[in-house]
């Protein structure tokens, strides 16, 4: 079930947790303690990878720390306390212009004269939050005196509007997985033979329901009720949700099931093995997809069908269909009830022009519609 694949994952994330945790100094043990009561375990891992990075930077780019030590393992609580606001500030700009690029792979970018693209703001203020949230425990603990990454201000970023396919392009993509294309190459082609069934099912499941691609990818066979039309998938929060699907999206189900129950043998997938998308090919065939494949197929085929849609990737069919919901239904707490958003100012990112709304309530309070 969906739960059961939520729990792997989060269990896969916890090992990496503990095995970084490893790599840290002692005084992280505590901070890491404190946020695992109120965090997802990716963010932990995020937040602690961050840290991480901050730390090696200290240990390569700042005197004192290259100086005193070999390795991060032995930097103390009393050395943090030592930095300045300019030294935080020195190590923002760094992740700005250069991202997180180790120094060696940095220097030998620079001698080759290899392209190094800027990291966005919001790379910028994720290490910043990350920051905060380690001297905030130092704080609430009383293990320093100051934190002076306190004062330093979150870059602005600015809001992109979400991709939204029209209704051809949404048709041209699902003609593509469908019959193919000249665009396409022969090894492609020969791939898309294979896989044309489930790459349509997944295509017209996240276009249509909106949901998550973790979510899709979490699916089990069983999982899937067409008398009811609907399924259950775990959110981004752990909370358990029924999904809606239509007819469309339940016919191509219907041929990727027929398809992987008669091809069971062909595509290696195990008695036991429950997931309802599998990959077809490498060492991992046979066993349930992952949101990386999923993410390149899509836009494999966006690319082919739709190059005009610049920066597509799979989350962009969760947007389209948001999109789309809204422009149908004019009903904000129905599209945020669709796409699960705790936060209906979430949903609002996707209400790009509310005048046809507008325009239809022009009279709403027209005396003599109320008389």
């Not at 195990?270 to 949101?291: I, N, P, Q, W, Y």
């Not at 690319?303 to 005009?308: F, Q, T, V």
């Not at 709304?357 to 309070?365: C, G, H, S, V």
Request: with cysteine; aromatic share 10%.
């Amino acid at each position: 079930m969906a739960r059961e694949y939520k729990d792997q994952k989060n269990a896969e994330t916890e090992a990496k947790i503990y095995n970084l945790k490893l790599m840290l100094p002692d005084f992280c043990a505590g901070y890491i303690r404190s946020i695992a009561g109120y965090t997802k375990p990716l963010t932990q891992l995020a937040y602690l990878q961050r840290i991480q990075f901050f730390l090696v930077w200290l240990l390569d780019y700042n005197v004192y720390f290259n100086k005193k030590y070999d390795s991060i393992e032995q930097f103390t609580v009393q050395d943090l306390d030592r930095l300045k606001k300019a030294d935080f500030e020195e190590f923002l700009n760094h992740i700005q212009k250069y991202g997180a690029v180790l120094k060696e792979e940095l220097d030998a970018r620079m001698q080759t004269g290899k392209y190094i693209v800027p990291s966005k703001s919001s790379t910028r203020n994720n290490y910043l939050s990350a920051l905060r949230s380690l001297y905030n425990y130092f704080l609430e603990n009383d293990i320093v005196d100051k934190a002076p990454v306190l004062k330093i201000r979150q870059k602005k970023v600015d809001k992109t509007i979400p991709i939204a396919l029209t209704d051809r392009q949404a048709e041209s993509i699902y003609d593509t997985i469908l019959g193919g294309s000249e665009q396409i190459s022969a090894r492609q082609e020969a791939s898309r033979i294979i896989t044309s069934a489930r790459d349509l099912a997944i295509y017209t499941l996240a276009l249509h329901t909106g949901i998550r691609v973790s979510e899709l990818v979490s699916l089990d066979v069983h999982d899937i009720n067409t008398d009811e039309h609907c399924f259950k998938i775990i959110r981004k929060r752990g909370n358990e949700d029924i999904v809606y699907f239509d007819n469309t999206t339940e016919n191509v189900l219907l041929d990727w099931l027929d398809v992987r129950k008669n091809m069971k043998e062909t595509l290696g997938i195990a008695d036991d093995e429950d997931a309802l998308f599998v990959s077809t090919k490498g060492v991992k065939k046979g066993t349930r997809l992952s949101v990386r494949s999923v993410e390149i197929m899509v836009k494999k085929y966006a690319k082919i069908a739709a190059p005009e849609v610049t920066n597509f990737h799979a989350h962009s069919l969760r947007s389209s269909c948001a999109t789309k919901v809204y422009d149908k239904s004019l009903d904000l707490v129905y599209t945020q009830s669709v796409l699960g958003h705790a936060n209906i100012s979430t949903t609002m990112r996707y209400v790009k022009n509310d005048e046809k709304k507008k325009k239809e309530n022009r009279t709403l309070l027209d005396k003599d519609k109320n008389e």
